[in-house]
């Protein structure tokens, strides 16, 4: 069986970059695949991959110019887009014709449709690692009328391609599936995680934990406020911040005018397993997710978790009332509630961290990689 990933790069330390490497990595060396990647924008000498990849995972890179359309203002930058467009079809037409795979993926909006652009005998699968409903959401963001023009036209014949041309679209959550329904066929495989667990937390420590980029996806300006109404309860008790992004200094402006001592934010660390581990209850607020990864990383560990019922993710992942709190969008009043319902009752702390172990099983990586065979060895086009 021979597959082919189609991604513009594995240099970006993200969830879908670090989901497909382990993904490559598992389909070589435990169904013995031949698995190619092909890189279209990233100059390998200049970017490195950010995850591992096994010696039996080879990679292809393009080395298209992207970026360079940004150095030009409209309507040239429209020119040099389709002729960079254009090429990167060319030589990723001919790239995977000589390959002739069995299977052809294209993950997430920048391939997707430019898979179902290339003529050949594989099947088709995109996988749709961002919400549909928020796919090129901000194209009307800090943009000028003939680039917004531009955008919702795009927009518009990118879903029509995808949904024309490839076999499945395979969604992470049932949520974001229900948002295909014009596509020949929708698929639900959720993530998996390999961080391996250390030590089961306890929940007998006074931290909550939350994880993510300081980016408004993430709604941490929302647990902030959230914060402050737990910790005028619970002054003893101590939220710390993993990550690191463009909001970092607003966040910590909030904390500071809302005179919160009691908050930490903290650069990402690749030794995540302590913070866990030593935390007693797991706080998700974004405003939306592809899936919400460190939910289930949190669950492995042993955390209960308080969400925001968010498109999409954690309505698929926590159980809510068995192994944490599943919370109505933007509720502060609500989060809060729960977070205190949490810290003040230590035996259902500690039973629902125990439920969330055996919950997270379902999300093994032998498990959803057994869908993914089933799926791939199920569509492939036999040989013409």
């Given at each position: 069986?021979?597959?082919?990933?189609?991604?513009?790069?594995?240099?970006?330390?993200?969830?879908?970059?670090?989901?497909?490497?382990?993904?490559?990595?598992?389909?070589?060396?435990?169904?013995?695949?031949?698995?190619?990647?092909?890189?279209?924008?990233?100059?390998?000498?200049?970017?490195?991959?950010?995850?591992?990849?096994?010696?039996?995972?080879?990679q292809i890179n393009l080395n298209i110019p992207y970026y360079s359309q940004y150095n030009y203002g409209y309507p040239k930058r429209l020119w040099i887009k389709w002729s960079l467009y254009r090429r990167l079809i060319c030589e990723?037409?001919?790239?995977?014709?000589?390959?002739?795979?069995?299977?052809?993926?294209?993950?997430?909006?920048?391939?997707?449709?430019?898979?179902?652009?290339?003529?050949?005998?594989?099947?088709?699968?995109?996988?749709?690692?961002?919400?549909?409903?928020?796919?090129?959401?901000?194209?009307?963001?800090?943009?000028?009328?003939?680039?917004?023009?531009?955008?919702?036209?795009?927009?518009?014949?990118?879903?029509?391609?995808?949904?024309?041309?490839?076999?499945?679209?395979?969604?992470?959550?049932?949520?974001?599936?229900?948002?295909?329904?014009?596509?020949?066929?929708?698929?639900?495989?959720?993530?998996?995680?390999?961080?391996?667990?250390?030590?089961?937390?306890?929940?007998?420590?006074?931290?909550?934990?939350?994880?993510?980029?300081?980016?408004?996806?993430?709604?941490?300006?929302?647990?902030?406020?959230?914060?402050?109404?737990?910790?005028?309860?619970?002054?003893?008790?101590?939220?710390?911040?993993?990550?690191?992004?463009?909001?970092?200094?607003?966040?910590?402006?909030?904390?500071?005018?809302?005179?919160?001592?009691?908050?930490?934010?903290?650069?990402?660390?690749?030794?995540?397993?302590?913070?866990?581990?030593?935390?007693?209850v797991f706080a998700l607020s974004s405003r939306f997710e592809g899936f919400g990864l460190v939910l289930l990383e949190a669950m492995q560990n042993g955390l209960p978790c308080v969400a925001f019922d968010c498109p999409y993710g954690?309505?698929?992942?926590?159980?809510?009332?068995?192994?944490?709190?599943?919370v109505h969008n933007g509720d502060i009043e609500l989060f809060a509630d729960r977070l205190c319902r949490l810290i003040e009752d230590d035996r259902l702390r500690k039973s629902f961290g125990n439920a969330s172990v055996d919950r997270?099983?379902?999300?093994?990586?032998?498990?959803?990689?057994?869908?993914?065979?089933?799926?791939?060895?199920?569509?492939?086009?036999?040989?013409?």
């Amino acid at each position: 069986m021979k597959v082919v990933y189609v991604i513009d790069s594995l240099a970006s330390k993200g969830g879908a970059e670090r989901i497909l490497s382990d993904k490559m990595n598992y389909m070589t060396t435990h169904y013995g695949y031949e698995v190619f990647v092909i890189t279209c924008y990233q100059d390998q000498q200049k970017m490195h991959n950010a995850y591992f990849l096994e010696d039996s995972v080879k990679q292809i890179n393009l080395n298209i110019p992207y970026y360079s359309q940004y150095n030009y203002g409209y309507p040239k930058r429209l020119w040099i887009k389709w002729s960079l467009y254009r090429r990167l079809i060319c030589e990723l037409t001919v790239t995977i014709q000589d390959l002739d795979p069995d299977v052809l993926i294209g993950l997430g909006y920048f391939m997707a449709d430019v898979v179902c652009a290339v003529k050949c005998r594989a099947a088709k699968i995109v996988e749709s690692h961002e919400a549909r409903i928020f796919t090129m959401s901000d194209c009307g963001l800090n943009r000028s009328f003939l680039s917004r023009a531009y955008m919702k036209f795009y927009r518009k014949q990118y879903f029509r391609r995808v949904e024309s041309h490839a076999d499945v679209v395979v969604t992470l959550t049932t949520g974001d599936a229900k948002e295909w329904y014009r596509a020949k066929r929708v698929e639900v495989i959720p993530n998996f995680t390999v961080l391996p667990v250390v030590k089961l937390s306890t929940c007998e420590n006074k931290q909550v934990l939350a994880v993510g980029r300081l980016e408004w996806q993430k709604g941490f300006d929302c647990l902030i406020e959230v914060w402050a109404i737990v910790s005028r309860k619970h002054p003893d008790w101590q939220l710390t911040i993993l990550g690191s992004g463009t909001h970092e200094e607003s966040l910590k402006q909030q904390i500071c005018s809302l005179k919160l001592n009691n908050i930490a934010i903290r650069p990402f660390t690749p030794a995540i397993n302590k913070y866990y581990s030593e935390s007693s209850v797991f706080a998700l607020s974004s405003r939306f997710e592809g899936f919400g990864l460190v939910l289930l990383e949190a669950m492995q560990n042993g955390l209960p978790c308080v969400a925001f019922d968010c498109p999409y993710g954690p309505g698929d992942i926590v159980a809510d009332n068995r192994t944490g709190y599943v919370v109505h969008n933007g509720d502060i009043e609500l989060f809060a509630d729960r977070l205190c319902r949490l810290i003040e009752d230590d035996r259902l702390r500690k039973s629902f961290g125990n439920a969330s172990v055996d919950r997270a099983k379902a999300y093994a990586v032998d498990v959803v990689m057994s869908k993914w065979k089933s799926l791939i060895e199920g569509i492939s086009h036999p040989l013409a």
